[in-house]
């Protein structure tokens, strides 16, 4: 059993939800990196996810892909990154998975990449661009190592293809809340709620919802269906205001927000 | 003849996009049922004679098809050697090939019942020739369009709006060709439940590569047919550039089965073959993943895109199709590189020897022609495939020579 499946067992058995941060590794320094993980486990984080800095994500909005340029303008690699999360994972109460472009972990080698990432302390990783038809190998190798491969779902996925994407998905499942790249929305999609709740029928797999979320009423609308909420560009956005503020202060908003979320998750 | 390639199952791709190991589908899930569609309509579209019928007639009455093949007698004297045939797609409407593929992908879209279609551009070729292709079907068009190239192609430009299509400027990365695809793969990310991405090379996630390469295919078939014509025989030798590879694809498909005939691909040589002064990731570059696809590419240790550079923008990016990727792997096809300044020096040869001002981008594959040419024997043939005419060039070129004046 992976450090996820742990995880979602305990928050199932408590009947509490996971509220998942995502952060930029190297944003805008690794050191930096490792103190806001550390922040926001501590403000109640239950997973955290690393994005691993790509120079062509197109998945991506302007928030991240701004976090990715400034990382990879400061010149981080994914050995500095593994070696910032080898030191830092272990004083996490809460696991880490990586969000890497499957261009990084080719030309990384996969089973090296694996092998690294599991060394540092990650339990998984997302591949946003390795669809369930690409990803047979990497899913072998992950398979054999215990290491989670979180695959997607999105709304514009065939429901029989969504359940077959959610059989081979492991760790948990990532549900794509809108049609389109990462960034803060106002409103979500209207039948969301009543397509993760019949997909929530038809697997075991906790399901966890990205995209577009980062207000306290997203958490209170999602959390009844989903087993976790997944925040991004509204956590890198506050991260890149370290330009202007002092890190502490940037650190202590990452924190509020983090609490924020939580408890309206968990009402 | 028939527009499209009828895709015997023995040949390449494969049922998952493969052109032997290259290719395939690296996109976010969003795109994937998109995808799925296409590959539906454009297999059932190769069954449907009255889509044909109506591509064949658009190419004939519409772009000027057959393009013709055209003897350089004068090019061929100053090399001395081989003699110099020129496939004309600079004579299409539009001028260049790009055409080929649009008013195909064009029709695809209303196939697939879509009214609103995005693209990317480099040179702007591609982006006039989908502006076109819309204008002609009543679609709405999006062009995204790098800021350097905005700036170093601005006929195209002025031409694209003119068409009634929206230029977006990309501001991000190098502003070029491989930054305007990223953009565009974004918007499709939002709009892709009614909106066709009409890519204009053979690279991007399975099927473009084949479907872009079977609408461009038209180049090859005809060259066959003309040389039958006109010399009796195949030519010993087609040279084409290759950027993402669309027209050099168009041309080499249709004669790869014909071992006797040799083909070269030419990539950008960019300034020097140091790491960023060039654009020929077949030349300099390793198999890893870009835009959907497995091909050779440009990339660091990291797996990140590198920068590249090339004096023409349809040439100014750092991958290529993959099954140009698969025939640089089995030998088929010979990929070199030709440089800034001898493209530039093609450039004005031709336009003095023959009155005909080729696109930068053409002129790459030019250079290496005559440089074989020279080489060669007067009884052996080569075919240039002059992608597109020079006029969108012709202020730069004026422009980078007063620079080095």
Same mark, same amino acid.
């Given at each position: 059993?992976?450090?996820?499946?742990?995880?979602?067992?305990?928050?199932?058995?408590?009947?509490?939800?996971?509220?998942?941060?995502?952060?930029?590794?190297?944003?805008?320094?690794?050191?930096?990196?490792?103190?806001?993980?550390?922040?926001?486990?501590?403000?109640?984080?239950?997973?955290?996810?690393?994005?691993?800095?790509?120079?062509?994500?197109?998945?991506?909005?302007?928030?991240?892909?701004?976090?990715?340029?400034?990382?990879?303008?400061?010149?981080?690699?994914?050995?500095?990154?593994?070696?910032?999360?080898?030191?830092?994972?272990?004083?996490?109460?809460?696991?880490?998975?990586?969000?890497?472009?499957?261009?990084?972990?080719?030309?990384?080698?996969?089973?090296?990449?694996?092998?690294?990432?599991?060394?540092?302390?990650?339990?998984?990783?997302?591949?946003?661009?390795?669809?369930?038809?690409?990803?047979?190998?990497?899913?072998?190798?992950?398979?054999?190592?215990?290491?989670?491969?979180?695959?997607?779902?999105?709304?514009?996925?065939?429901?029989?293809?969504?359940?077959?994407?959610?059989?081979?998905?492991?760790?948990?499942?990532?549900?794509?809340?809108?049609?389109?790249?990462?960034?803060?929305?106002?409103?979500?999609?209207?039948?969301?709620?009543?397509?993760?709740?019949?997909?929530?029928?038809?697997?075991?797999?906790?399901?966890?919802?990205?995209?577009?979320?980062?207000?306290?009423?997203?958490?209170?609308?999602?959390?009844?269906?989903?087993?976790?909420?997944?925040?991004?560009?509204?956590?890198?956005?506050?991260?890149?205001?370290?330009?202007?503020?002092?890190?502490?202060?940037?650190?202590?908003?990452?924190?509020?927000?983090?609490?924020?979320?939580?408890?309206?998750?968990?009402? | 003849?028939?527009?499209?390639?009828?895709?015997?199952?023995?040949?390449?791709?494969?049922?998952?996009?493969?052109?032997?190991?290259?290719? =395939?589908?690296? #996109?976010?899930?969003?795109? %994937?049922? &998109?995808?799925?569609?296409?590959? /539906?309509?454009? +297999? !059932?579209?190769?069954?449907?004679?009255?889509?044909?019928?109506?591509?064949?007639?658009?190419?004939?009455?519409?772009?000027?098809?057959?393009?013709?093949?055209?003897?350089?007698?004068?090019?061929?004297?100053?090399?001395?050697?081989?003699?110099?045939?020129?496939?004309?797609?600079?004579?299409?409407?539009?001028?260049?090939?790009?055409?080929?593929?649009?008013?195909?992908?064009?029709?695809?879209?209303?196939?697939?019942?879509?009214?609103?279609?995005?693209?990317?551009?480099?040179?702007?070729?591609?982006?006039?020739?989908?502006?076109?292709?819309?204008?002609?079907?009543?679609?709405?068009?999006?062009?995204?369009?790098?800021?350097?190239?905005?700036?170093?192609?601005?006929?195209?430009?002025?031409?694209?709006?003119?068409? =009634?299509?929206? #230029?977006?400027?990309?501001? %991000?990365? &190098?502003?070029?060709?491989?930054? /305007?695809?990223? +953009? !565009?793969?974004?918007?499709?990310?939002?709009?892709?439940?009614?909106?066709?991405?009409?890519?204009?090379?053979?690279?991007?996630?399975?099927?473009?590569?084949?479907?872009?390469?079977?609408?461009?295919?038209?180049?090859?078939?005809?060259?066959?047919?003309?040389?039958?014509?006109?010399?009796?025989?195949?030519?010993?030798?087609?040279?084409?550039?290759?950027?993402?590879?669309?027209?050099?694809?168009?041309?080499?498909?249709?004669?790869?089965?014909?071992?006797?005939?040799?083909?070269?691909?030419?990539?950008?040589?960019?300034?020097?073959?140091?790491?960023?002064?060039?654009?020929?990731?077949?030349?300099?570059?390793?198999?890893?993943?870009?835009?959907?696809?497995?091909?050779?590419?440009?990339?660091?240790?990291?797996?990140?895109?590198?920068?590249?550079?090339?004096?023409?923008?349809?040439?100014?990016?750092?991958?290529?199709?993959? +099954?140009?990727?698969?025939?640089?792997?089995?030998?088929?096809?010979?990929?070199?590189?030709?440089?800034?300044?001898?493209?530039?020096?093609?450039?004005?040869?031709?336009?003095?020897?023959?009155?005909?001002?080729?696109?930068?981008?053409?002129?790459?594959?030019?250079?290496?022609?005559?440089?074989?040419?020279?080489?060669?024997?007067?009884?052996?043939?080569?075919?240039?495939?002059?992608?597109?005419?020079?006029?969108?060039?012709?202020?730069?070129?004026?422009?980078?020579?007063?620079?080095?004046?």
């Amino acid at each position: 059993m992976s450090a996820i499946d742990q995880l979602f067992t305990q928050l199932r058995s408590s009947g509490r939800k996971a509220f998942m941060p995502f952060v930029t590794a190297g944003d805008p320094d690794l050191e930096f990196t490792a103190r806001v993980l550390r922040q926001l486990v501590d403000s109640g984080a239950s997973i955290c996810e690393v994005g691993i800095p790509y120079s062509d994500p197109i998945a991506d909005g302007p928030v991240i892909q701004a976090s990715y340029t400034r990382a990879l303008d400061r010149g981080v690699a994914v050995r500095d990154i593994f070696k910032t999360l080898s030191k830092t994972t272990p004083t996490l109460a809460a696991p880490v998975v990586t969000m890497v472009s499957y261009a990084i972990v080719y030309r990384y080698g996969l089973a090296a990449y694996v092998e690294e990432a599991q060394e540092a302390g990650v339990a998984g990783a997302i591949v946003p661009d390795l669809p369930v038809e690409e990803a047979g190998e990497l899913a072998e190798i992950c398979r054999a190592a215990d290491f989670s491969l979180i695959q997607l779902v999105t709304p514009t996925t065939p429901r029989e293809r969504a359940v077959r994407i959610a059989e081979s998905s492991s760790g948990f499942l990532y549900y794509v809340s809108v049609t389109g790249i990462t960034g803060e929305r106002t409103e979500l999609p209207s039948d969301l709620v009543d397509n993760v709740a019949w997909l929530r029928g038809r697997t075991d797999l906790p399901i966890c919802i990205g995209f577009g979320i980062s207000r306290p009423e997203h958490a209170r609308l999602l959390a009844p269906v989903a087993d976790g909420l997944i925040v991004g560009s509204a956590i890198v956005r506050r991260i890149a205001e370290v330009a202007e503020k002092s890190p502490d202060d940037v650190l202590r908003e990452v924190g509020e927000m983090t609490v924020e979320m939580v408890a309206a998750m968990n009402e | 003849m028939s527009p499209v390639n009828e895709n015997p199952v023995n040949e390449f791709p494969d049922a998952a996009g493969r052109f032997g190991p290259f290719g =395939g589908r690296y #996109v976010p899930e969003t795109l %994937t049922a &998109a995808l799925d569609q296409l590959t /539906a309509q454009y +297999e !059932a579209a190769l069954g449907d004679t009255a889509f044909q019928d109506e591509l064949n007639q658009l190419l004939r009455d519409f772009v000027g098809r057959p393009s013709p093949l055209y003897f350089a007698r004068r090019l061929s004297e100053k090399c001395g050697g081989a003699k110099i045939y020129l496939k004309r797609e600079d004579l299409n409407h539009t001028g260049a090939h790009k055409i080929n593929n649009t008013l195909g992908q064009a029709l695809l879209t209303r196939r697939m019942g879509k009214r609103r279609v995005i693209a990317e551009t480099g040179a702007g070729q591609h982006g006039v020739a989908t502006a076109t292709a819309c204008a002609n079907f009543g679609l709405e068009c999006i062009v995204y369009m790098g800021e350097e190239d905005i700036r170093r192609q601005a006929p195209n430009v002025f031409s694209m709006k003119l068409l =009634g299509a929206e #230029v977006r400027p990309v501001s %991000t990365g &190098a502003r070029t060709l491989r930054d /305007a695809i990223n +953009e !565009a793969m974004r918007e499709w990310m939002s709009s892709v439940e009614t909106t066709h991405y009409i890519l204009g090379s053979v690279v991007g996630p399975s099927p473009f590569p084949r479907i872009v390469r079977d609408f461009q295919s038209v180049i090859g078939r005809e060259t066959i047919e003309q040389c039958r014509d006109q010399i009796g025989r195949l030519p010993d030798l087609l040279v084409a550039c290759v950027g993402g590879g669309s027209n050099a694809a168009g041309m080499f498909h249709p004669f790869v089965e014909h071992a006797e005939v040799a083909m070269v691909g030419v990539e950008a040589g960019g300034r020097s073959a140091a790491p960023g002064e060039h654009a020929a990731p077949l030349s300099y570059g390793r198999p890893g993943v870009l835009h959907g696809s497995f091909s050779y590419v440009m990339q660091d240790d990291d797996g990140q895109t590198s920068d590249v550079h090339s004096i023409s923008a349809g040439l100014d990016y750092p991958g290529v199709g993959p +099954e140009h990727s698969y025939w640089k792997s089995t030998g088929r096809v010979e990929y070199t590189s030709c440089d800034d300044a001898r493209a530039m020096q093609a450039f004005d040869t031709l336009a003095r020897t023959e009155g005909i001002i080729p696109a930068l981008e053409s002129s790459h594959a030019l250079a290496q022609a005559m440089d074989l040419a020279a080489q060669r024997s007067e009884e052996d043939v080569i075919v240039v495939c002059l992608s597109g005419r020079g006029d969108k060039d012709a202020a730069e070129v004026g422009r980078l020579r007063e620079e080095a004046n």
